[in-house]
């Protein structure tokens, strides 16, 4: 091989390597860009993740306080619940405390109403007496005054 053919062969094989170098420099950079493309999608999917952790956070904290304001609305509700209890117990016990203040006191009423009849009855029967006597006195007196 002479020295010409030497060099030309060099020169392909210089230049094939140079088309190769190209190549892998053009892989290299198209696996860089996916790289970046990976890594900006990673970054966001850890963004996205941070942001549910805390919405999480959030979520629990908020029902933690709902946990805590439905025990006070029971709390609460007991209270209320007793308190109207033994405000109607103690309603109903007045009420019917009054009821028997009333039928007591119509009861005396009643008693008292049949006394006045007894007593009006037996003055009734006084009278009718009275007035009976009176006109056998009249009656008396007309023969005393006729026999004179």
């Known amino acids: 091989m002479d020295n010409e ?59 933690t306080k709902l946990e805590a304001n439905q025990l006070k609305l029971d709390a609460n509700q007991l209270k209320l619940e007793t308190k109207i209890e033994n405000e109607v117990v103690d309603r109903i016990r007045a009420l019917f405390d009054d009821r028997q203040v009333h039928l007591d006191y119509f009861a005396e009423i009643r008693e008292s109403q049949v006394r006045m009849e007894g ?22 007196l007309k023969k005393l005054g006729a026999g004179n």
């Open 119 to 140: 007593k009006l009855q037996s003055l009734q029967h006084r009278s009718i007496s009275q007035e009976f006597k009176l006109k056998e006195h009249e009656q008396e």
């Open 5 to 63: 053919k030497f060099q030309e062969l060099v020169l392909i094989r210089l230049e094939e390597n140079e088309k190769f170098q190209g190549y892998v420099l053009k892989r290299l950079e198209d696996n860089e860009k996916f790289q970046a493309s990976v890594l900006e999608q990673l970054k966001s999917l850890n963004q996205g993740q941070a942001k549910l952790e805390e919405d999480v956070k959030d979520l629990k904290l908020g029902q």
